[in-house]
């Protein structure tokens, strides 16, 4: 199982016979008890080593709606090594109390947990400081050393900050906040700008700590979906023959917001939709459909095989992307009739797109031809998105060109599924071609199953230390190497988007 084993993969590490008879369902404690034992025993954890999970930026929106109560969910359930504190580091004046009030309307604690979520509580604590103060960073280790064990802990920081703040914090924990054990940091995205400002960023974080102690955090790598897409291509045998360019017509990524900014306006409109999704989010996706068959599950070995996929792919070019930008509706409800530049954040005026659509080509010999359509937006009509192949006709039709094109979709979100569109005969007397769906919806097939939240999986896989679904330098670099060129030339024309009404 290793150490990314989830609960609904604890449960379903019970040997069956066939044709025995199922034994009683286990409780949740049970499953994360089997899961912590597996942990502890491939080494992931080093039992009665005290660990130190440190938020910088512990006042923000980030900490407060998920990690505080990401590491909470992980406490409750038993997996988190035994010794784990929690330590809360901004510039505002907060107390553990005050985190606690801030923080329980999204921890989900039902009343039978308060005990527990006392314990969990009563390992925190708070250091206030400026992020720009090297000194106010010596008076946060000396917090570290003087808690149990602090000097030879081992210490994880997360920067739940703005990118501006990156490089002085990263310099002042190298600097005066290195502990005994191991010391990783998570960096949350945008990991740059451009190209340019990326590779400064990856030059200034490897100048200081090694790549294994770096987790560059991009949550859509720790969901349910995308993590099956690699079991889906290289555990089915069935598969295999058919993802390629002989048989595949196009590959379409989606992703779809219903609603817009939401008071994030002054954040998005100086990033835009390309580099909060389309750059991230779905590139990733891409290469997990488009990737060689990596030599082993190894963090490496995968992200060599995307590295591959990404070096395979030229700068995107302005005449294979549309731009859009919502406008309110008047026939829409309140929220809606409010158009991005309606934003009081957003610049008077401003050009950055809130939808765009890009065509890119994979130029290998598995992809050579096939276009693979990418398309984000905010404001649109529903909230969802997915990984769509769209496989050739069927050579040699024989049925009136009635029949459509088969179609494999995996969705991400919401009600996650896999599902197949194929032809079948409708039932009936006449001998007409249908079609129908073979749907694995994952609400139906695992009813009783709580799928992890994508920070959970991720935050334990960098208490693991596995970086199998973090992004490495080398693959940012390729990232960015696509999309700077257009980003650039968007920029400096200022062209106005198509406008688009909410919803």
Not at 62 to 76: D, G, H, M, Q, S
Request: hydrophobic share 35%; with cysteine; proline share 7%.
């Amino acid at each position: 199982m290793g150490t990314r084993a989830s609960v609904r993969e604890a449960a379903a590490a019970r040997p069956e016979r066939a044709g025995a008879m199922a034994g009683p369902e286990l409780s949740r404690s049970e499953v994360c008890g089997m899961l912590r034992q597996e942990l502890s025993r491939d080494g992931a954890f080093l039992q009665g080593q005290p660990h130190v999970f440190v938020i910088l930026g512990a006042s923000g929106d980030l900490a407060r709606k998920k990690i505080y109560p990401t590491i909470w969910w992980l406490f409750r359930d038993g997996l988190l090594p035994d010794d784990t504190r929690v330590v809360g580091f901004a510039r505002s004046p907060l107390s553990v109390e005050q985190i606690r009030e801030q923080t329980l309307p999204y921890l989900k604690a039902s009343p039978s947990e308060e005990p527990r979520l006392a314990q969990f509580f009563g390992a925190q604590s708070f250091v206030r400081g400026q992020y720009g103060e090297e000194g106010d960073f010596g008076r946060l280790d000396q917090h570290l050393r003087a808690l149990p064990g602090g000097a030879g802990a081992n210490r994880l920081f997360y920067l739940a900050l703005p990118p501006s703040l990156y490089v002085p914090v990263t310099r002042h924990i190298r600097a005066r906040c290195m502990g005994g054990g191991w010391n990783r940091v998570i960096v949350e995205k945008p990991f740059g700008r451009d190209l340019g400002s990326s590779e400064a960023l990856s030059a200034h974080l490897g100048g200081l700590f090694r790549e294994e102690q770096i987790f560059r955090i991009d949550h859509y790598l720790g969901k349910e979906m995308v993590q099956s897409l690699m079991v889906l291509r290289f555990g089915n045998r069935i598969f295999g023959p058919i993802w390629n360019r002989d048989n595949v017509a196009c590959v379409v990524l989606n992703f779809k917001e219903p609603f817009g900014t939401e008071g994030r306006g002054g954040y998005f409109d100086d990033f835009g939709i390309i580099r909060d999704v389309m750059q991230n989010h779905l590139l990733q996706m891409l290469c997990l459909v488009a990737m060689e068959k990596p030599a082993s599950t190894d963090p490496d070995d995968v992200r060599d095989e995307k590295v591959k996929v990404l070096k395979c792919i030229g700068p995107v070019g302005r005449e294979d992307v549309v731009l859009g930008q919502y406008v309110g509706n008047p026939e829409g409800p309140p929220e809606a009739q409010k158009g991005y530049l309606d934003d009081p954040t957003v610049a008077p005026g401003s050009t950055t797109p809130t939808f765009a659509a890009a065509i890119l080509r994979v130029a290998n010999e598995r992809w050579d031809g096939v276009p693979f359509v990418m398309r984000c937006g905010k404001a649109l009509n529903e909230r969802k998105a997915e990984v769509r192949l769209q496989f050739r006709e069927v050579p040699g039709d024989i049925f009136g060109r009635q029949c459509k094109r088969n179609e494999l979709v995996v969705r991400v979100q919401p009600d996650e599924a896999v599902y197949t569109k194929l032809m079948t005969k409708k039932p009936g007397m006449f001998f007409n071609p249908e079609e129908s769906e073979l749907d694995l919806t994952y609400g139906n097939r695992y009813k009783d199953v709580k799928l992890p939240d994508a920070y959970e999986r991720l935050i334990l896989d960098v208490f693991c230390g596995n970086q199998m679904h973090f992004v490495r330098s080398d693959e940012l670099r390729e990232a960015w190497r696509i999309f700077t060129p257009l980003l650039h030339e968007i920029e400096e024309k200022k062209e106005k988007p198509l406008p688009y009404p909410y919803g």
